[in-house]
């Protein structure tokens, strides 16, 4: 009887050697593999379903860039098409873009918004090297200094209109 009475009241001991070792290898290995990435959050200002009834005024300058897979078009909602910038072969001409977009905001300097549209082939990072440029210009001064001002930092994307 002292027997069974023995048995009945040994605890087991749990082994976890294995598992600690596993731990040591696999928690340096997910540090090391881990990849680090720094996040840039853009706000953008989407446009809105809702109408607000206003008294009809003198049109404002609304500024409109509509990326086409052979053309940029930069135009004014209300007036049309302003100019057309044609890209040289598989790569826009963006610093053109730009220097149209500083005579503009010299025309408009209170403007700050502009509405991107791209057509449905256009690549990602066409979209962003487009914003960038949309949104400020760098200026290289007396000192070799380059220096970034603001052109139209508030920006609305959309789908661009399909051409007959």
């Known amino acids: 009887m002292s027997r069974r009475r023995r048995k009945q009241h040994e605890t087991a001991e749990l082994n976890i050697t294995a598992f600690m070792n596993l731990m040591v290898i696999l928690v340096p290995f ?6 680090f990435s720094r996040l840039a959050i853009l706000e953008l200002n989407l446009p809105t379903s809702q109408v607000e009834e206003q008294e009809p005024t ?3 300058f609304m500024l409109e860039i509509t990326v086409r897979d052979a053309t940029i078009e930069v135009g004014d909602r209300n007036q049309g098409m302003l100019t057309n910038i044609a890209s040289d072969g598989d790569e826009y001409d963006l610093k053109r873009l730009s220097e149209y977009l500083v005579s503009v905001k010299e025309k408009f300097p209170t403007k ?22 949309v949104r400020v210009v760098e200026k290289i001064d007396d000192e070799e200094q380059v220096l ?13 209109p399909v051409l007959n």
């Open 148 to 160: 970034k001002a603001e052109l139209f930092p508030e920006i609305s994307i959309g789908d661009a």
């Open 30 to 35: 997910l540090l090391i593999t881990a990849v």
């Open 112 to 133: 700050t918004d502009a509405t991107l549209l791209l057509e449905q082939d256009i690549a990602y990072e066409v979209l962003v090297q487009v914003m960038d440029t």
């Open 58 to 60: 003198e049109p404002e």
